[in-house]
């Protein structure tokens, strides 16, 4: 039986064709080297095992293996380019359904795995690497706060396939005591609650929402989109290694209030 590919690994084959995969790392972390605009950059995504050791990250999820391989990657990247006048870019393709959800994931600590890998990126991003996260279907809950969300520059698909949020439609519909048909409603006017990329839009934490026609099967055309929007993204991440893009970007106005009155009062 074939192993299901998600659309990070689609997308890591597309962007990184002929490039051999990164040895020593559990089968659900796939890394390559490639380039972003002629310059070496290295391509990082979370893909299905159906063989994990953990059931519950056997679907892409990023558990206690995926967590710490992430960090450990990440980490000998930083430690690899500490005396370059020029960081490697790191591009996190993302497709991650969730994190793993398990007693024995909780009991293991995946909290700290997690956080090892969300630290890592940090890391990378404070050190000099532009960090790109491109969203090609989900990012959902604690596997994009490990894997991506700490990026300079955040970029989407505009597709129906591609999901933001920190829970699932239906342990969102539990917790707040709704159907999930209730719960899409009430979505559809609370842009923070809706999962389609979109309202996620809106939040202005995006730098770039791409259209392509098929993320499924890439064209030539969609590749080359993506490699153009990835060339601006490294160029704007190497001037700024902080996240204030994302607060003073367009309707952020608020958070950036909040943020004054809170140093006014402190």
Avoid at 29 to 37: I, L, P, Y
Avoid at 143 to 163: C, K, P, S
Avoid at 169 to 196: F, G, H, N, W
Avoid at 204 to 220: F, Q, R, T, W, Y
């Amino acid at each position: 039986m074939s192993q299901k590919l998600n659309r990070a690994a689609v997308w890591l084959d597309t962007l990184v064709p002929d490039a051999p995969r990164m040895a020593g790392l559990c089968a659900s972390v796939q890394v390559a080297d490639g380039n972003v605009d002629g310059k070496p950059a290295r391509f990082i995504a979370v893909v299905p095992d159906a063989n994990n050791h953990y059931p519950r990250a056997a679907g892409g999820e990023v558990g206690l293996l995926e967590g710490w391989t992430l960090a450990k990657v990440v980490s000998e990247t930083i430690a690899e380019d500490a005396d370059k006048a020029e960081k490697r870019a790191i591009i996190a393709v993302i497709d991650v359904p969730s994190q793993a959800y398990g007693r024995r994931e909780e009991a293991f600590g995946i909290h700290q795995a997690l956080a090892g890998a969300a630290g890592a990126y940090a890391n990378a991003r404070l050190a000099g690497h532009p960090v790109v996260g491109l969203i090609v279907g989900k990012a959902m809950s604690g596997a994009f706060l490990a894997h991506g969300y700490q990026a300079n520059r955040l970029i989407a698909f505009n597709d129906q396939g591609v999901m933001i949020h920190a829970m699932g439609k239906e342990s969102a519909a539990r917790i707040t005591l709704r159907t999930v048909e209730a719960l899409e409603k009430l979505a559809a006017t609370i842009p923070p609650m809706a999962y389609d990329i979109s309202n996620y839009e809106t939040l202005g934490l995006l730098s770039m929402l791409l259209d392509i026609h098929n993320p499924d099967e890439p064209k030539s055309d969609d590749v080359t989109k993506v490699q153009a929007a990835l060339s601006t993204a490294v160029k704007e991440a190497r001037s700024d290694t902080s996240l204030k893009c994302r607060l003073l970007a367009k309707n952020r106005h608020s958070s950036a209030l909040v943020r004054e009155r809170m140093r006014a009062s402190w």
